[in-house]
């Protein structure tokens, strides 16, 4: 089983709509999370951190839940910017395990 | 203010040529890493160098050697280049420590092995 595991979508989501996905990790002792977000032919950046009690920065929401050993994130009011895919980031230490990404399509 | 400079952006090689990406970063960070990025496979760490005059593996190290050449720099070489090499490598620095989870990224190398 892999460490970080995504559904790799793609999500179509129309614009304005509400859209939530999934990541899965194992081997969870002393780990922060993370979102990043990788458009086309684009290098990754970071989206936001997720914290245990949940966190959100503008229409977007993290959650982390320890005991099912997964994370969320929740797009509101989807923009056609939003179009990217999602990357799943376990850190431990200086050790970054990424997953395999959900691409989200969001149409007009 | 660059970030991270990788070089080339793209790159076509024959099974068994050899080649160096480049990488160097001027946000004065001490530690640097070298992923590939696959189809479905997300990236996976091949080498980092947590500071100048350090290297160590990653998850794929196998068929790639490094060089951190000085502070800014961190070099991936491709001694015998093979098609499984075929990938999108991507240097990488993180802000303060990887337990951050701010890594900036270079641009991308596209690299295809025939």
């Known amino acids: 089983r892999k460490e970080v595991e995504q559904d790799p979508g793609p999500f179509n989501v129309p614009e304005g709509a509400t859209v939530a996905f999934n990541c899965t990790y194992s081997n969870s002792a002393s780990q922060s999370f993370f979102w990043y977000r990788q458009d086309c032919r684009k290098e990754p950046k970071l989206l936001m951190s997720?914290?245990?009690s949940g966190n959100e920065d503008g229409r977007f929401t993290a959650q982390l839940n320890r005991a099912s050993q997964y994370i969320s994130l929740l797009i509101r009011d989807s923009k056609l910017s939003d179009s990217a895919t999602y990357l799943c980031?376990?850190?431990?230490?200086?050790?970054?395990?990424f997953g395999g990404g959900t691409r989200v399509l969001v149409k007009p | 203010n660059a970030g991270v400079t990788q070089t080339p952006k793209f790159q076509v090689l024959k099974t068994g040529q050899s080649m160096t990406l480049q990488c160097a970063q001027d946000m004065n960070h001490n530690s640097m890493y070298w992923y590939r990025q696959d189809p479905g496979m997300g990236l996976r760490l091949i080498y980092y160098?947590?500071?100048?005059?350090?290297?160590d593996k990653g998850e794929v190290p196998n068929g790639y050697n490094v060089s951190r050449l000085n502070k800014r720099e961190f070099s991936l070489r491709l001694e015998s280049a093979a098609p499984s090499q075929t990938s999108v490598y991507f240097c990488a620095s993180p802000k303060v420590g990887a337990n951050t989870g701010e890594l900036f990224f270079g641009e991308g190398s596209r690299l295809t092995v025939l």
């Open positions: 160098s947590a500071s100048e005059g350090t290297t």
């Open positions: 980031v376990k850190a431990a230490g200086n050790k970054l395990t």
């Open positions: 997720v914290y245990s």
